[in-house]
């Protein structure tokens, strides 16, 4: 059986460290001193001991019985295969990624799409783990999310760092199991990860305009929530609700259109706007809060944008892509004869978004299942069974 991943506080950890400050420097005699200092000597080795600080446990898959594996749902092995032929690879973190507003083979774009594999390969391999509880898969996530934490530094591209998604759903389940050097040097980065964007969007002036509105703030806000809920600190939760209710009010008409779809007359960006979203409300979710039909200033929520979205997932409506689109890149990507840049939006291309949002409302499964029969192979491990 898998290791119970700790429920275990960054928040509260930060906070006991401000209280034995507090207590050692009020202490007025050099004996008050001394035993002010023995004390925070006790609590920072129980503070050591605790072996995790991940409490948001994003995926509910229970590891499998030794039964039970052998009749693994086909998703499940093809996961485990998969991680398997890559137990023995070695990370090539990068400093840096980019890919955003560049065509293949430009800068760093190529280099950039190979590593953001080892990304995903992160979480799958956490996968892997939790459903075998063969340590070999741990130390493949172990090794890869050490050298990942210790080397990249942190753009704050949302686009570019979008999936960053993996290494925080591959620490989220494996923390309680990491060795401490890693787990400190993750935690480390994890903060410095989501108070850089959380700096960044109140630093803006009110209303949010620009990509503070469109997909990259919802990007950001993805980001920003996973690692909130990962590390269950109670002030980064707040600040991500907020900005998740103002990023919809931003973005989502009362209508349930989007900004982008009015930016980029494309689905495409609809769906690229819809689908952190929901993550970020999945994370929000299994901390028992349910963002989906949370309310902006406008009347607008989450749930009215999918509801938009529907009638062309079905194919009850069609759209041709990109044809008013107001930003100049798009006409590059088309001009390149990047696929999806003309010609009829496939409604295939939202199939995760909806095993997504099915996750978070049963009413989606039917669409999703539409869509596709099955859903990404990770998905089906992590969040096998209906929304409850």
Partial sequence: MARKVETASAGHAQSLTQLIRRGTSRARTPRARLAACLVSMGLAALSAAQPAQAAMNFCA????????????????????????????????????????????????????????????????????????????????????????????????????????????????????????????ATMVFLNKFANGYIQQVDAQARPLKGTFANNWQSHRVKLISMIAFTLDNRKMIATAQRMFIEHIGDNVAPDGSTLDFTERDALHY???????????ALAARRHNRNWLPERAANGATLAGALDWLTPYALGDKTHEEFVHSSVAFDAKRREAGLPGYTGAWDPKNAAELYHLAARLDGRYTPVALKLAPTPPAWLAVCLPLPAR
Avoid: C
Wanted: charged share 20%.
């Fill in 270 to 280: 609809v769906t690229y706007d819809l689908q952190p979203l929901v993550t970020a």
């Fill in 61 to 184: 898959a229970p590891a499998l019985q030794t039964s039970e594996r052998t009749n693994a749902d086909p998703g499940v092995k093809a996961l485990v295969a998969e991680v398997q032929s890559h137990v023995n690879d070695t990370p090539h973190p990068l400093a840096k990624l980019h890919t955003e507003g560049t065509l293949p083979h430009e800068g760093i774009y190529d280099q950039s799409v190979e590593a953001e594999k080892e990304l995903d390969l992160m979480r799958n391999a956490a996968l892997a783990w939790r459903a075998t509880s063969d340590d070999r898969y741990l130390k493949l996530v172990d090794r890869f999310l050490f050298a990942w934490v210790t080397t990249y530094q942190p753009s704050f591209n949302p686009i570019d760092e979008t999936h960053f998604e993996g290494l925080i759903l591959a620490y989220d389940m494996t923390a309680s199991a990491l060795p401490v050097k890693t787990r400190n």
